[in-house]
């Protein structure tokens, strides 16, 4: 469970960040290295750790970059941070090397001397040959210096350890102790009187010590730890056995523990034997919201580590020395001091939010301390009583509901404009109703005035095309030409009749061929259809609003089950698989209104074609044949568009059979002929757009008659 909520706090700190930047969140008491990984996939960004990062911290980000926010977090932990190919890299160690010079800097706390030297033999990119060396920790800030004198640096502390600089290579060489007279007492005077000890060396090794003091006092010791450390001038009087000791272990960051009475002797970390020296202090704050604090503490306090929020009893935990903790309390205590003549309210608004708020705010109160909360209609307000009545004051002459005015649109729905606003609005300002075409305003009269003027730009009718559509197939003919010759007569009143025989086969038909393609062309059209030369395939009107899709379809759907051939029998049987194969003339179209009633279109059109039907035989559906045409076009509203190349070839073959002598063996052939056609085909399509008039008085085929009949007695004028 306690795995559970540790993995949920980090989950909750990542998903509260945008990426590329840290925003405020808090760690309590997590690994130093799920933090980092909290911060790069909160940035991110790759951030690598090595051995050297262990431990837990706490930790409050405020506000700010990555770079920032890291140096801040490191420094308070003694780590290192820098950057490579965009790349974090954190270690407890830093080293930078100029080959040029052959300096070197050191920067390293509370580490093995063993990972010291690695790091040095990695930077530099040469060896360096190393005895056992010991597991005590150091801190060195070495800056610009040769490496032979780094390593003596890390070395000086151990008097048996030697640095060698040899051609090729560092050696650190382990030496035997010299015990001599002048080096100091070697072995402890250890006293024992009754239960106390006395302890003094200037300088011992850590197992010789304690060879002594467990021979003396005759307990029974198991050395667990894995090096051995040098004592320097322990003076310890009159303390107990388990005193000596502890205080002898923690110099060579060492514990002991207790079992069946035999003390077992180990390891441990530098922070932990730290921690014994910190104390806790719990400070219960009187006037100041425990919450309020990470914001206002000083930077160099904000990072701090050492403190913990109780917001339930409004109270703050300190753990740390004193050095650590006086900071944090002297800043309290002046605060708490201030906030007596100040206080901290929370203001609720009822119609603006608080950042709305805060833009209106006059001069003499934007200066004020303002913290907004979750809540967008929520702030907390630090100031002095005086300032709190001014502001409240201002609030309630502000924060009012504005005047509501209901507004009936009349072509756009409330949800489109609401889904596009006009600069003049913000979502506040507007309410929707169930009414689709209903909504209420309530801002000030000003924005009203400006609404209603924006809405003389938008709420507009959305234009509508109607399209005039004539599919024709032709016979025989792969080039069209529109300007046939034709016979011209003068046409005279009373001539109808001629007309109407004329264009007797073209007066069932919607679109108006005369006004769109003249009369030659609706004369030559007649006469193929009377011929049967051509045929009509659809003949419609199609409306639509301007970028809508407009599809027109007249095909046929043919099913069949799947077959397969059985290869002994070569009979077909069925796989109870059912496909579908569609056939005939698809036509799309998507027109959009530009200026000066100019018509652009997307068109597309398919003409598919079922082959014979061979499924009983092969076992597979009929073949299909598929020609389209895509194209882009644009044109002056009333005035044609003609697409055509839509050309198939059919084959047509007749048989004729003389009865009973066709079935004769032998001497039917004689009596049967096979006639084969080819018969060549074009689709052409005829699209005239017009833009939709309300007020546009729908023509019956009287008015249509009269158009052809006028049109015809201009143009035979003309050619008189």
Known sequence: MKRFFKMFFLFFALYSVSAGEIKQMEFVNQS?????????????????????????????????????????????????????????????????????????????????????????AKKIQSTILFDPLPREKLTIQAEKLPVYEVLEMIMHRFDNYKVENLSDYYYIKKQPVQQTAAAGRTNADIKKDGTSYTVEADSVRLSDVLSQLFKLSG??????????????????????????????????????????GIYYIFDISRNEILKKMNTVDYIKLRTVPVELLPALFPSRLASSSIFKIDKENNAIILSGSS?????????????????????????????????????????????????????????????????????????????????????????????????????????????????????????????FKLFLKDLEYIDTPIPQIRYELLVVQYQESRNKDYNLSAEATVMKQGAQTTILGALGNLLNVNLDIVSAFGYQFALDLNAKLSDSDARILADTTLNGLTGENI???????????????????????????????????????????????????????????????????????????????????????????????????????????????????LVGPLFTSRVSTLENTELVIY??????????????????????????????????
């Open 32 to 120: 130093i290295k799920d933090i980092l990984f909290t911060l790069a996939r909160a940035t991110g960004v790759s951030i690598i750790t090595d051995d050297t990062i262990t431990g837990t911290a706490s930790y409050h980000f405020t506000d700010t970059d990555l770079d920032t926010s890291l140096h801040h977090f490191l420094a308070i932990h003694n780590m290192y941070f820098w950057k490579k190919d965009g790349i974090y890299y954190v270690s407890k160690v830093l080293v930078t090397y100029t080959k040029g010079t052959g300096l070197i800097s050191l920067f390293a706390s509370d580490v093995e001397p063993r990972i010291l030297v690695e790091k040095i």
């Open 219 to 260: 307990n029974e010791y198991s050395l667990m730890k894995r090096g051995d450390a040098f004592l320097k001038n322990i003076h310890f009087k009159k303390k107990s056995f388990n005193t000596i000791l502890r205080l002898l272990l923690e110099q060579a960051d060492g514990d002991f523990t207790i079992r069946n």
């Open 323 to 447: 050095e650590e903790t006086a900071p944090i309390k002297n800043f309290i205590a002046k605060l708490e001091a201030e906030y007596k003549i100040k206080h901290v309210v929370k203001l609720k608004l009822s119609y603006l939010t608080a950042d709305e708020l805060v833009k209106d705010l006059p001069p003499r109160l934007q200066k004020l301390q303002i913290l907004r909360t979750g809540d967008p209609y929520t702030l907390i307000l630090d100031a002095t009583k005086e300032q709190i009545e001014n502001f409240t004051s201002f609030l309630n002459m502000i924060d009012k509901q504005g005047k509501g005015r209901a507004v009936a649109l009349k072509y756009i729905r409330a949800k489109d404009l609401l889904k596009y606003l006009p600069p003049s609005l913000n979502k506040n300002d507007i309410i929707a109703s169930n009414d689709p075409n209903l909504l209420f305003f309530k801002g000030t009269d000003e924005k």
């Open 551 to 665: 599809s027109f379809q007249n095909t046929n759907t043919y099913r069949y089950r799947d077959m397969e051939i059985d290869p002994d029998t070569g009979k077909a049987t069925s796989t109870g698989v059912t496909r579908e194969i569609t056939s005939g003339l698809i036509i799309t179209i998507n027109g959009w209104v530009s200026g000066d009633d100019m018509i652009t279109m997307n068109v597309k059109s398919t003409v598919s074609k079922r082959g014979a039907d061979v499924s009983q035989s092969s076992g597979n559906p009929p073949p299909t044949s598929e020609k389209v045409i895509n194209t882009h076009v644009r044109t002056p509203s009333g005035k044609p568009v003609v697409i055509g190349g839509l050309l198939q070839q059919e084959k047509d073959v007749t048989v004729q059979k003389t009865p009973v002598l066709s079935s004769i063996p």
């Open 687 to 720: 699209i005239v757009p017009h833009l939709e008039y309300p007020d546009r008085e729908k023509e019956n085929s009287d008015t249509i008659f009269k158009n052809y009949y006028n049109t015809f007695l201009s143009g035979s004028a003309l050619w008189h």
